[in-house]
């Protein structure tokens, strides 16, 4: 089976796959967020939450089982019982520093094994909401968009808090504080931008 995962043909339908799958998944979203929601916004979360692991499980698809990784959690005795029994028992705020472009999908595996990959939310920079499947699925489910003004993000990050902490069920809230990939330059930009204020 290795040697099929290396072959050319086998990535096409698996990306093809993925676009259809996803844009049915938006679609979906569309439509329960046009009705639904406005009626019953319990029930369209919950019912989204299945939507978003759809979406999720398929990256995480392809990260475990074509990629070949693994995943090892080293924690505590009452998170290990947590992980066995799928049962996270509270809302979390997750921080990760942001290296690479993958660290979302790590973010996903982890809760993956808590069973939270549906109710995973996000603070994200606001141009990402426009990209397809992925973007337009953050838009359903409650991420927030941040134009990275705090004057801007402020109230509107409240509220979303607001909302988040109010969910009937467990939601976990992933952060990358620092906002984008480390490089020398953004170093000096932000070490020069810290001594101003």
Known sequence: MGRLKEFPLFHIPGCLTFLVFGIAINTVQLVLYLSLARINKDLYRRINYYLMYGIYGYLLFIAE???GSSMTIYC???LKQRIEKKDPEENAIILMNHHYELD????WMVADRVGMVGNCR???KESLKYLPILGW???FNDDLYIKRNLEKDKNRMQRKLKELTEFPYPVWLHLFPEGTRYTKQKYIASQEFAKSR
């Open 76 to 78: 505590d005795e009452e």
């Open 104 to 107: 979302w999908l790590y973010c």
């Open 65 to 67: 089982w074509w990629s």
């Open 137 to 139: 699925a953050g838009n």
């Open 122 to 124: 996000s603070f994200i």
